[in-house]
């Protein structure tokens, strides 16, 4: 299957998980989950605005940073901006917090709710290049779909 058949497969899952859910955690977990298994990512989780720190939420993969500041970081830039960051090579970015020294390419997409960021979805793969605009596309809906 492509990458694009394998978003357009696991969509109606996702919107199926999370319709009657209203906990944020308990969707945010099963969506990890769901992305982690489909697409055998290294990292895929969530980081949650608590103040002006993320926090480690529902995530699936090895152990992970548990606070990134504003702006730092990849996710943390993800978050100042609003906007996704794609990073083809997380060694080429400045400040990049290397929680795992497996973790290649990373893409993090801002979760808004009521105009601000409530958390962002973090995605590392243990290859270059992973993310494209397929992903962007996809995950930006998902993100839209928990942040409701």
């Known amino acids: 299957m492509s990458k694009t058949e394998l978003y357009e497969s696991i969509m ?6 999370i319709s009657n859910e209203a906990d944020d955690i308990a969707n945010m977990a099963n969506v990890a989950a769901l992305l982690h298994i489909t697409f055998g990512f290294w ?3 969530f980081y949650i605005v608590r103040g002006t720190t993320l926090v480690l939420g529902p995530f699936q993969g090895p152990v992970a940073c548990t606070r990134i500041a504003f702006g730092r970081g990849v996710c943390g830039t993800a978050w ?3 906007q996704i960051v794609v990073v083809p090579d997380v060694h080429q970015f400045p400040g990049h917090i290397a929680c795992s020294a497996e973790s290649q390419s990373e893409i993090v ?3 808004m709710r009521h105009g601000e960021v409530c958390a962002v979805l973090d ?3 243990r ?4 993310f494209d605009n397929t992903d962007k596309h996809y995950l930006q809906k998902v993100a839209q779909m928990l942040a409701k």
């Not at 109606?12 to 998980?17: F, G, K, T, V, Y």
């Not at 290859?127 to 992973?130: A, F, I, K, V, W």
Request: hydrophobic residues 35%; charged residues 25%.
């Open 12 to 17: 109606p899952q996702i919107e199926a998980l």
């Open 43 to 45: 990292w895929t989780g």
């Open 80 to 82: 100042q901006r609003e």
């Open 109 to 111: 997409v801002p979760l």
């Open 123 to 125: 995605i590392d793969s």
């Open 127 to 130: 290859e270059l290049n992973t």
